[in-house]
């Protein structure tokens, strides 16, 4: 059988944003990636100001409050063309921010679904539809 039938794994084309990361960390990293503007008054209560910054195929915004992330939204077009790429999306991002066991049974409102992890006091969301992934930081709160 060829490669070209293979089975793609999801491999991030964009940055991750460590958690620990510091506003001049989030700036520089996103600034390789494209433009950062900074928004002031974020629609996010408890936000001070976000990063945001995107290409023709992701968005990602970056919250911050004190100095600290608060969130990372990642919307991006990448690995959206049917469910299972989603499934593996969404997969990448739970193995990136912990394993499997650390997240207690996930939240499924037909909408979102929340995977909520307290050993490293984060949560992940997925967007059902338009495959978006946030990473709510919950090691400030």
């Known amino acids: 059988m060829l490669s070209l039938f293979k089975n793609k794994k999801f491999e991030p084309n964009f940055p991750i ?8 960390e989030v700036k520089d990293l996103l600034s390789k990636f494209s433009s950062v503007e900074r ?3 974020s629609q996010e209560k408890g936000v001070d100001f976000e990063y945001v910054a995107e290409n023709h195929e992701t968005r990602i915004n970056v919250g911050f409050s ?12 990448q ?13 990448w991002f ?14 499924d409102t037909g ?8 050993k490293r006091k984060l949560t992940i969301v997925f967007g059902l ?7 709510n930081s919950h090691a400030n709160a």
């Open 66 to 77: 004190a100095d600290k992330i608060s969130f990372v939204n990642y919307l991006s077009e």
């Open 17 to 24: 944003i460590e958690l620990e990361a510091s506003p001049e």
């Open 111 to 118: 909408f979102m679904i929340f995977f909520h992890n307290p």
């Open 39 to 41: 928004v002031e008054k």
């Open 129 to 135: 539809h338009m495959g978006p992934i946030r990473i």
């Open 94 to 107: 739970i193995n990136y921010y912990g394993t499997v066991d650390e997240f207690e049974e996930p939240n």
């Open 79 to 91: 690995f959206n063309d049917n469910d299972k790429k989603k499934a593996q999306k969404l997969d």
